[in-house]
Nanobody, 115 residues
Framework: QVQLVESGGGLVQPGGSLKLSCAATGFTISNYVMSWYRQVPGKEREFVAS????????NYAASVKGRFTISGDNIKNTVYLQMNSLEPEDTAVYYC????????WGQGTQVTVSS
């Protein structure tokens, strides 16, 4: 059974850091393009970052480049999103996505950046 479970969200002050995790079961993350997306109420879900582990390829949205880092652990079958220098505009529900022929989503984890 394919499952993506996100964790690590929470409340952080502006300028702070959080590390999100996406634990995958039922498939091998290195065979998929693994991505993080985020969504705020009333807006479309937007791309944040992606990684294709076998190709050592990463991509980032312009709004997070230089502040966020995506990585993967093949042994733990888990993808991470290290978020530094967080801004109030980063507040959203963050979703993990796995894409190959099929497309899978996690349930999301809330990130709130506020003083």
């Amino acid at each position: 059974q394919v499952q993506l479970v996100e964790s690590g969200g929470g409340l952080v002050q502006p300028g702070g850091s959080l590390k999100l995790s996406c634990a995958a079961t039922g498939f091998t993350i290195s065979n998929y393009v693994m991505s993080w997306y985020r969504q705020v109420p009333g807006k479309e879900r937007e791309f944040v970052a992606s990684i294709w582990i076998v190709a050592s390829n990463t991509n980032y949205a312009a709004s997070v480049k230089g502040r966020f880092t995506i990585s993967g652990d093949n042994i733990k079958n888990t993808v991470y999103l290290q978020m530094n220098s967080l801004e109030p505009e980063d507040t959203a529900v963050y979703y993990c996505n796995a894409r190959q022929i099929a497309n899978y989503w996690g349930q999301g984890t809330q990130v709130t950046v506020s003083s």
